[in-house]
């Protein structure tokens, strides 16, 4: 099967209202048994979606983030965990796009274009921050050799290059794209999270694995000068969030169409009858709305800071970004709630599995408190500070 080729922003969206009906199927299912969705990341890499961030001189489209956020929301809607999956992916390319060689980008970018999925293996257990890594990077002749564990390896599972985070000689985080079927590598599905339960985040140990010298991507640089590294990783997770919002709005409101019956025994004759029914809906349209609002305004400020990254082009984007993964934080985790008090007990049974959505969105939240990303924008308009440059913010 070849792998589709979309060159502008329409036929992304296009493609993604496509593929997402497709992916919704047997989701619920999926998540109820976790079927680790092999055969549906073939058909959602094969239409296209995962290489639109290829920069249009390497040959992809080189969407805008609006539409890459909307592209991601769309797929979370259908399936949470099918949202997630891409997301390092994304980020990955983004890092290659700033700190890449020309060579570099035009072969990786080149794989991407070809239909190879990149996962991650960044995060580790155990260090004193969730910012230390320990995993190391040791020359070898003309490459190098890395060992070390990763944990929370979303999409690692499912990749043919896992894009990995590196501590070399002289103490410099580099970002190595390590094929996955390296000798001495080794991907385990130990993820058990009540939530997002088939995105594979689980451990890639790396015992004297050997990574071509042209595969290592300087990652530290990314951080100590201004580029939108940061917002891009967040602003996938904000369209996540929402997409999962959608998702349990759609749900609420096909059950009380079809299944729920509350109104009956207040002597009304449907459900938009009840006013408590109504004021509910009308709260979480109203703020998934504002999400949206907000995730749009995002991409706006990030697609300005990809064009000219500067101090104030990126700290702009990094805090339009954090507003939008505030409320779809929120709207995520409010939607699934309502959703259980509008569906009551039936919400929990196996076989509607509604409950799923709240687990999901409770699951990915945990991502990076929203706390900070209040404390973020209150410093950034009160005080004039602008935010940490990491990929949290």
Not at 13 to 39: G, M, N, V
Not at 346 to 367: C, G, M, Y
Request: net charge neutral; aromatic share 8%; no cysteine.
């Amino acid at each position: 099967m070849t792998t589709s080729v979309i060159t502008s922003d329409s036929q992304a969206l296009a493609a993604a209202e496509h593929i997402a009906q497709q992916l919704k199927r047997d989701s619920a299912l999926r998540d109820r048994e976790r079927r680790l969705p092999h055969a549906e990341l073939e058909l959602f890499t094969r239409s296209g979606l995962w290489a639109i961030s290829v920069p249009k001189t390497f040959g992809g489209a080189g969407v805008s983030n609006v539409t890459l956020a909307q592209v991601i929301a769309r797929i979370a809607q259908a399936d949470g965990s099918l949202g997630q999956i891409p997301q390092n992916h994304f980020y990955a390319l983004e890092v290659l796009r700033v700190n890449g060689s020309p060579e570099q980008q035009r072969r990786l970018y080149g794989e991407v274009l070809a239909g190879r999925r990149f996962g991650n293996a960044l995060a580790e257990l155990g260090t004193k921050t969730a910012h230390d890594r320990t995993t190391r990077l040791t020359r070898d002749g003309a490459g190098y050799r890395i060992n070390g564990r990763k944990f929370y390896a979303t999409g690692a599972l499912y990749a043919q290059r896992i894009p990995t985070s590196v501590i070399d000689d002289q103490g410099r985080q580099q970002l190595a794209f390590v094929p996955a079927d390296s000798q001495g590598l080794q991907v385990i599905d130990d993820w058990s999270g009540f939530g997002q339960r088939t995105t594979g985040s689980g451990s890639v140990t790396f015992d004297n694995v050997w990574v071509d010298a042209d595969d290592v991507v300087p990652f530290q640089t990314a951080f100590e000068r201004p580029t939108p590294v940061g917002p891009l990783a967040q602003i996938l997770h904000a369209a996540i969030d929402t997409g999962i919002a959608r998702a349990a709005l759609d749900d609420a409101l096909h059950f009380v169409r079809t299944r729920s019956r509350p109104w009956v025994d207040s002597g009304l004759d449907k459900a938009s009858d009840d006013p408590l029914t109504l004021k509910s809906f009308g709260q979480l349209v109203s703020r998934l709305h504002a999400a949206e609002a907000l995730l749009e305004r995002a991409g706006e400020f990030l697609d300005r800071a990809q064009a000219n990254s500067n101090a104030d082009t990126v700290a702009a984007a990094s805090i339009a970004v954090a507003e939008a993964r505030a409320i779809s934080t929120e709207i995520s985790l409010a939607a699934g709630t309502t959703l259980f008090e509008l569906a009551g007990s039936q919400a929990t049974l196996a076989e509607h599995n509604l409950d799923r959505h709240w687990r999901n969105a409770r699951v990915h939240t945990l991502h990076d408190p929203v706390r900070w990303k209040y404390h973020a924008i209150g410093n950034y308009y009160l005080n004039h500070e602008n935010p940490p440059r990491r990929g949290t913010i």
